[in-house]
C-alpha cells in the first residue's frame, strides 16, 4: 500500500456538507481527500435554508465572516390556515440571539459551495479530486483502498477513515447495503425558484405580521386547496413549493403554463424570471447503519427529511461537525477508536426527533380535506393560546447518549455564544474543549484537576459579555461547564469538578474506564 496516496481523511462528495466537513477536518489538522464526481459545484439551487448553528460552524471553520455577506437574514416561519388566518408563527423578531447569530438564514446554493469550497485553499493538507468516480472500495483493519477513475484511468487512494457525503442516491450506502428506515411520508411537490424585482403579494390573510416582515418570513400557506411554501432567497431569488394534487402529473405540471399558473396569484404584475421548475417526493428516511467499520454516512446519504422545517441541510453539517473533532483526537492519539462509536448514538436521535416533527408538520400542512382542514386551524389556534412560541432552532434536542455526562444538568445542549467586547464568544475563547468557571477561585479549581489535558480554562467572571455566561450557569446550578470542541455541553459540575473531568476521561479512554 506505499505505492499509493494515503489520507487520515477521504470525504466522498464536496457538496456543501462534504465541503464543511473538508473544512473542519483540515482546521482540525487531518491530511484530507475531497472525491467529487462533478467539476464545479451543482449550478441550481437545492437547499436553501439554515440556521444559527451553522453560522457558528462556519465560523468553528474560519469562514463566517467570507459567508455571513452571502446570507439573507430572516426572521422565521409562518404557518397559514385555510381560511388565510395564521395557525402557527415559529418567528424571531426582536428575541434576543443567545448563540450570537440570527436565527435563520436563505442562501443560494451554489454560491454556497463555492465558497465552503474556496476555503479550501487555505490548506495545504487538502487535496481535491475533481471529475473523478468512485468505482469502488474495500477496507481492511488498518483503512480503506478506494478505487477511482478519472479521465478512464484507474487510481487508487487509501484513507485511515472515510466520511460518504454522497447524498440521498449514495454510491456508498448502496454498496454497503445499508437499508433506509421509511418513516412513512412521501408527497410529491413542484420546486419552482425566480428572480423577483418586487415584493411578493400574498392573499388576503389575516392576524399576520405586518407587510415588510411578511417579506422575511418562510410562508407556509396550509391550504387544502393546494398546499404551498413561500421562501425568501439570497437577493432577489424566491422560492415557491408547490404540493401536487391528486392525479397530476409531474412532466404537465413543470411546464412554463402550468408554473406561470401557479405562480399568478403571488408575481401576477411583478416582474420575474423562472430560474427552475422540477419536481421532488419530500421523505422521511434515516439509514439503518450510519458506520460500517471505518466508512461513515453523513447528510443526505444517512438520512433525508421533509423540509418544512428547513433543517435537511443543517442535520448534515451538524452530522460532519460531531465526527470530525472525534477523528481528530483519535488521529492525535488523544482519545480511543471507541470513541467513534459515539456518532450514531449521538446524531441519529437527534435526526430522527427532528425529522418526526417534519413528518408530524408535513401531514398537517399537506391536508386536503377542507373539513379536516378547518378543524386542523382550530385545534392549532387552541393550543397556540397557551404554548409558548418556539421557533424551528427549538426543535433540535440535546444529546442524551454517547460523548456527553448525561447525569449532569445541562448535558447535550447546545452551547451560548454571547458577545465578549462585541465579539463572539467563541472568536475569542477559542473553539477546542473549553471548561467554563463561575470565578476565579473555581477557574484556579479547574486547572488544578485538568492537570496536562488540552483544555481551556475560562473565567466567566472575568468575561465581559452580557451576563449570558452567568446566567447559564445559575440556571443550572452549576460553577463548572466543560464544552466539547462542537459546541454541545459535555457536562456541567456544582462543586466536584474532579468528576466531571473523571467523566471526560471515560468518554475519551472508554476502555481504560471500563
Request: aromatic share 8%; glycine share 8%.
Amino acid at each position: 500500500m506505499n505505492d499509493i496516496a494515503s489520507y487520515d481523511l477521504a470525504i466522498v462528495g464536496c457538496g456543501p456538507v462534504g465541503a464543511l466537513a473538508a473544512n473542519l477536518a483540515a482546521a482540525a489538522g487531518l491530511r484530507v481527500l475531497v472525491i467529487d464526481r462533478e467539476l464545479a459545484p451543482h449550478p441550481m439551487p437545492r437547499a436553501v435554508h439554515l440556521d444559527h448553528e451553522m453560522m457558528r460552524l462556519f465560523q468553528t471553520a474560519g469562514l463566517a465572516e467570507t459567508i455571513a455577506p452571502a446570507m439573507r437574514e430572516t426572521q422565521g416561519h409562518l404557518h397559514v390556515g385555510a381560511d388565510h388566518g395564521v395557525i402557527r408563527y415559529m418567528g424571531t423578531a426582536g428575541r434576543p440571539r443567545p448563540f450570537g447569530w440570527a436565527n435563520d438564514y436563505f442562501f443560494y446554493q451554489p454560491e454556497l459551495e463555492q465558497l465552503l469550497r474556496d476555503g479550501l485553499a487555505r490548506f495545504d493538507s487538502v487535496t481535491q479530486m475533481l471529475g473523478v468516480e468512485l468505482d469502488g472500495f474495500a477496507q481492511d483493519d488498518e483503512g480503506v483502498t478506494l478505487q477511482l477513475r478519472r479521465d478512464g484511468d484507474a487510481v487508487p487512494v487509501r484513507a485511515d477513515w472515510v466520511i460518504a457525503c454522497d447524498g440521498a442516491r449514495s454510491t456508498v450506502r448502496r454498496t454497503l447495503g445499508i437499508a433506509l428506515d421509511d418513516l412513512d411520508f412521501e408527497e410529491p411537490w413542484l420546486v419552482v425558484d425566480a428572480e423577483v424585482d418586487g415584493p411578493v403579494r400574498f392573499p388576503d390573510l389575516w392576524g399576520v405580521p405586518d407587510a415588510a416582515e411578511l417579506q422575511q418570513l418562510s410562508v407556509m400557506m396550509c391550504d387544502p386547496a393546494r398546499p404551498a411554501t413561500i421562501v425568501p432567497g439570497r437577493g432577489a431569488i424566491r422560492r415557491w413549493e408547490f404540493m401536487l394534487l391528486p392525479g397530476e402529473n409531474d412532466a404537465e405540471m413543470m411546464q412554463p403554463e402550468s408554473v406561470a399558473r401557479l405562480l399568478a396569484p403571488y408575481l401576477d404584475g411583478v416582474p420575474h424570471r423562472v430560474l427552475r421548475a422540477t419536481t421532488y417526493r419530500f421523505h422521511g428516511l434515516i439509514a439503518e447503519r450510519w458506520r460500517e467499520g471505518r466508512i461513515f454516512l453523513a447528510g443526505d446519504a444517512a438520512h433525508q427529511t421533509p423540509p418544512f422545517f428547513g433543517q435537511g441541510m443543517c442535520h448534515g453539517m451538524r452530522d460532519v461537525a460531531n465526527l470530525v473533532w472525534k477523528l481528530a483526537l483519535v488521529r492525535q492519539g488523544a482519545a480511543d477508536a471507541a470513541l467513534l462509536d459515539t456518532y450514531q448514538p449521538e446524531r441519529d436521535p437527534h435526526v430522527r426527533q427532528v425529522v418526526a416533527a417534519a413528518v408530524e408538520a408535513g401531514r398537517y400542512i399537506c391536508e386536503l380535506d377542507p373539513d379536516r382542514a378547518a378543524a386542523r386551524d382550530h385545534a392549532m389556534r387552541e393550543r397556540a393560546k397557551t404554548a409558548a412560541t418556539g421557533t424551528a432552532a427549538d426543535l433540535i434536542p440535546a444529546y442524551r447518549a454517547g460523548a456527553v455526562a448525561a447525569d449532569t444538568a445541562g448535558a447535550g445542549e447546545r452551547f451560548v455564544q454571547p458577545r465578549v467586547g462585541g465579539v463572539l464568544l467563541d472568536t475569542v475563547t477559542g473553539q477546542g474543549w473549553r471548561l467554563f468557571a463561575a470565578d476565579a477561585a473555581a477557574a484556579d479549581t479547574a486547572r488544578a484537576a485538568l492537570g496536562e489535558l488540552p483544555v481551556a480554562t475560562v473565567d466567566v467572571a472575568a468575561i465581559a459579555d452580557d451576563g449570558t455566561l452567568a446566567r447559564w450557569l445559575a440556571d443550572r446550578a452549576a460553577r463548572f461547564v466543560l464544552v466539547r470542541p462542537d459546541a454541545y455541553v459535555f457536562g456541567t459540575a456544582a462543586h466536584d469538578v474532579d468528576a466531571l473531568i473523571a467523566d471526560l476521561h471515560a468518554a475519551l479512554h472508554p476502555a481504560m474506564a471500563a
